[in-house]
């Protein structure tokens, strides 16, 4: 799944809410692994709201 999104992020623009950090993390590291073939292109997460 992971893969897939990033694949797509590089052609377009993607938001992805989710309130879980393993998923967060599995999709940063598919993004970056995109990034780092793909001419260096880098991708921005933020944590929003963040309660406990």
């Given at each position: 799944?992971?893969?897939?999104?990033?694949?797509?992020?590089?052609?377009?623009?993607?938001?992805?809410?989710?309130?879980?950090?393993?998923?967060?993390?599995?999709?940063?590291?598919?993004?970056?692994a995109r990034a780092a073939t793909a001419g260096g292109?880098?991708?921005?997460?933020?944590?929003?709201?963040?309660?406990?």
């Open positions: 799944m992971a893969d897939v999104v990033a694949e797509v992020a590089s052609e377009q623009r993607v938001l992805f809410f989710t309130c879980h950090p393993g998923t967060r993390d599995l999709l940063v590291r598919a993004a970056a292109r880098t991708a921005r997460v933020e944590e929003l709201g963040r309660t406990g």
